[in-house]
């Protein structure tokens, strides 16, 4: 055999390290994501957490139980700048500083965020107090969601729900159903925009239609949770055709 010596990369600007924790029975963030980010400037590692196929409020709390462990599959030498929670229900039920202490109790990262903090975020810079909310979900699982908005001053007078608990069911409902439920929703005018809540739901290609319909800002669980990520590891994410939040045109 023979032995050879080697030199380890340095490179003069580091791509931003991310990592991205996906349920077990999310078949849209992972794909969106790629999608979404900039692989010039972000180095993506995904990890999955297990998760129950139906949605219930306990199965979502139960998720935490394996969180420390699903994070501590990223590789243990990486450092990120950010790591992100993905599922909004799950965030609504087991809070956002819960997450975030699991998922530091095993991986070394400078942030955490998760869909719900990053509405909230986006909310804040597009200064939205009330939202339409869609979502795939029942009841239950809706509520927290909702009661999380409101304690941060955010305000969902009208809400609209395809009452499925099936996750192999959510990542099934077509691109008319959502468009037209949330153009049905988002044309209130009782509200400023609309959230397309759900990791799972595919919503990044109906966003543009929907904000051309309404006239409203469209925002989606992938589409902030990517926008947050990216601002937190300090790297303007701009798209065409993703909606108002990602069209290099809002304020900050």
């Known amino acids: 055999m023979t032995r050879f010596s080697y030199t380890s ?7 931003a390290t991310i990592g991205l924790v996906v349920l077990q029975a999310d078949e849209t963030l992972e794909h969106d994501f790629q999608r979404l980010m900039p692989p010039e400037k972000i180095i993506q590692h995904v990890t999955r957490l297990p998760s129950d196929s139906t949605v219930s409020h306990d199965g979502l709390a139960a998720m935490q139980q394996s969180l420390a462990s699903a994070v501590g599959l990223f590789p243990q030498a ?23 202490k699991l998922i530091t109790s095993n991986c070394t990262t400078a942030n955490v965020t998760d869909p719900l903090s990053a509405l909230i975020a986006a909310c804040g810079m597009l200064k939205l107090k009330n939202l339409a909310v869609l979502s795939p979900y029942v009841k239950e699982v809706s509520d927290a969601l909702r009661a999380s908005l409101q304690q941060a001053g955010i305000n969902s007078p009208v809400f609209g729900s395809f009452e499925e608990h099936r996750e192999e069911k959510v990542v099934g409902i077509d691109r008319k159903s959502i468009l037209n439920a949330a153009i049905q929703l988002g044309s209130s005018p ?4 609309i959230f397309l ?3 799972n ?14 006239l409203k800002p469209v925002l989606s669980s992938n589409q902030v949770l990517a926008w947050h990520i990216c601002k937190l590891a300090g790297i303007e994410l701009k798209h065409r055709n ?8 809002t304020t900050t």
């Open 190 to 193: 009782q509200v400023d925009a």
């Open 197 to 199: 809540s759900c990791t």
């Open 9 to 15: 990369d340095h490179p003069d600007e580091k791509p």
């Open 78 to 100: 990486t450092q990120f700048d950010v790591v992100g929670f993905g599922c909004t229900s799950g965030a609504s039920i087991i809070g956002a500083s819960n997450i975030a």
């Open 201 to 214: 739901l595919k919503t990044l290609d109906v966003i543009a239609d929907i904000e051309a319909k309404i």
């Open 242 to 249: 993703k909606g108002h939040l990602l069209s290099g045109q």
